[in-house]
Each structure stands twice: as C-alpha cells, then as structure tokens.
C-alpha cells in the first residue's frame, strides 16, 4: 500500500493517463477517475468509473475516495472542448461542456481538501489550456478553462496556510486523440498550427504530465497560484 495517494480525472486516455504514468514513476499510489476503465493495467489497479458530468455519480466517487485513502494531490484534468463559433453555440453544450470541465473540479476539492489539512499538505493541479488567451471556435471551452485558472488563482490565496498549492498546467497543441478529432491534420488550419511551433514538434502528453509532476512535488511548496504553459512557445509572440 502506498502512503502517497494523487486522483487523477479523466486519468484513462492521452494526458490524464501519462500523468498518471509519471505520478506513478514518482512513486504515489494513483486512483483514475473516469468515464472509462484505462487499459493500462497499472493505473487500472484503483479506477473508478463515473461519468463526472452527473452531480451526485461524481459527489458519490469523490466521496468515497476521501473515506478510503489518504490523498494529497488532485489533478483536475477531465475535460471536453465541443467547438463552435459564436452563431452555433448550444446552451447545451455550454452546460454540459462547464459541468464536466469546472464543476467537477470544484466537487473533487470540496471531497479531498479536508484530507489534505489533516495530512498537513496537498497539491491541486488544474488542467487548463492555452485557448483561454483567445482561439476562434473555442468559447465554451475556453470559458471552462478560463474558470478554472481564475478558481486556482483564489484556492491558492484561500488554501495557503494549510499548505495546500493550487497551480495550473495549461497545455498548446498536444498530439491528444482528442486535438486530432478536433484539428484533422489533412486541415490546413491544422498545418497551419504545426507551423506555428517554435520548436517545431507537436506536445506529447508527457510533456504536460512532467510539468504536472513539478507542481506535485513536495519541493515545490513555495509556488502557488501559477500557470505554466507547456505549448512548444506558441504563447510567446
């Protein structure tokens, strides 16, 4: 049994998964939640499935997580995008896309917070991304993660003297099953994105997920608040 515990959302598939991966080589015991079973059998281990865009499945899991380990870090990554400019945007989706992508997070550390202060530590990491500085098509999902990063911002001051950090990794163009459903690389837009990378190379999940384990260490308690963009220097210019 390990004695270091991290929940990762949405941990079954792309980034959710590799963080897991790294959590796991960093040497915490990692509990998946997700719609979906992974299909690696490491992080299989502790999965629970539970569809988090549903209140009382997603209040359900977490609270059961909270009674039955002792979890410092929650990597708050579960997300969906639905694309859409402005005239074709679905109050639907706007719902469904901000209960998944914000409100799960705030439910997850409502259920796990008070066993980060009794630990005397914790870490919450924030899966953001680099849309909430402006990409066309990206309202609701940029408002989702916009959210987060502003909710981060204020659990840092609030969570502070328990020790608990609230950092967001806030990824670029990061070759994910879900860029590619979204971003057809035959696209020329999406040409046009893989052109625009000043190191010239799509992000890997890995690469958010060693970013994420920066955030998760213990020695990296005196950084709170933060937002680190892991997107090969397309924010830059």
Not at 31 to 53: E, N
Not at 127 to 140: F, H, P, Y
Not at 158 to 183: H, K, M, Y
Request: hydrophobic residues 45%.
């Amino acid at each position: 049994m390990h004695d270091r515990w991290a929940v990762v959302t949405g941990g079954a598939l792309n980034i959710g998964q590799a963080t897991g991966r790294r959590l796991l080589d960093d040497g915490f015991g990692v509990i998946v939640v997700d719609q979906v079973l992974p299909d690696d059998p490491d992080l299989r281990a502790y999965a629970i499935q539970a569809d988090l865009s549903d209140r009382a499945q997603a209040a359900a899991a977490f609270a059961d997580i909270a009674a039955s380990y002792p979890v410092s870090v929650l990597i708050n990554n579960v997300g969906i995008v639905r694309p859409a400019r402005f005239d074709d945007i679905s109050i639907d989706d706007f719902d469904t896309v901000l209960h998944l992508n914000t409100r799960t997070a705030l439910i997850a550390a409502k259920a796990l917070v008070p066993g980060m202060r009794r630990l005397g530590a914790g870490r919450i990491v924030m899966n953001t991304s680099r849309v909430t500085l402006g990409k066309e098509a990206r309202s609701i999902y940029s408002a989702s993660k916009g959210a987060l990063q502003s909710m981060a911002r204020t659990w840092a001051l609030e969570l502070a003297r328990d020790q608990i950090t609230v950092n967001c990794v806030a990824p670029g163009p990061i070759a994910t099953s879900a860029f590619w459903q979204n971003n057809p690389p035959e696209a020329d837009h999406t040409r046009k994105i893989m052109a625009s990378i000043p190191v010239q190379r799509m992000g890997t999940p890995e690469d958010v997920a060693n970013a994420v384990s920066f955030f998760c260490d213990k020695r990296s308690g005196f950084v709170t608040g933060q937002t680190i963009f892991v997107c090969g220097g397309v924010t830059v210019g």
